[in-house]
């Protein structure tokens, strides 16, 4: 009979101790989640503001805004297609052998 007892508490302390441990898993869940959508929000701003800087800083746009308010800027190397430095050029005023 104490035998029996004895089992039956540790079961019923073996039962509480998973329900706590499942109860902690679901809030460490919801946490989780919540950070998860806390870092999108954040990623999704920073890319836009990546995306503004882009902009702002386009060839085109800063011609244009060179061309309004008629600055006389000489570039000071060659421009590829693309609108970048041509790393191919051989030109290396800084030193920092391409990279």
Excluded at 1 to 13: P, R, S
Excluded at 14 to 33: D, T, Y
Excluded at 49 to 67: E, F, H, M, N, R
Excluded at 81 to 97: L, M
Aim: hydrophobic share 40%; proline share 2%.
């Amino acid at each position: 009979m104490v035998k029996l007892l004895l089992c039956l508490g540790c079961g019923m302390a073996i039962a509480v101790a998973m329900l706590e441990l499942r109860q902690q898993e679901l809030e460490l869940k919801h946490r989780s989640a919540r950070l998860q959508e806390q870092i999108e929000g954040q990623q999704a701003k920073l890319w836009n503001q990546q995306l503004q800087i882009a902009i702002y800083t386009a060839p085109s746009a800063l011609a244009k805004t060179v061309g309004q308010h008629q600055l006389e800027l000489v570039p000071e190397g060659k421009l590829g297609e693309a609108g970048v430095a041509d790393a191919n050029s051989g030109d290396d005023r800084d030193g920092g052998g391409g990279f």
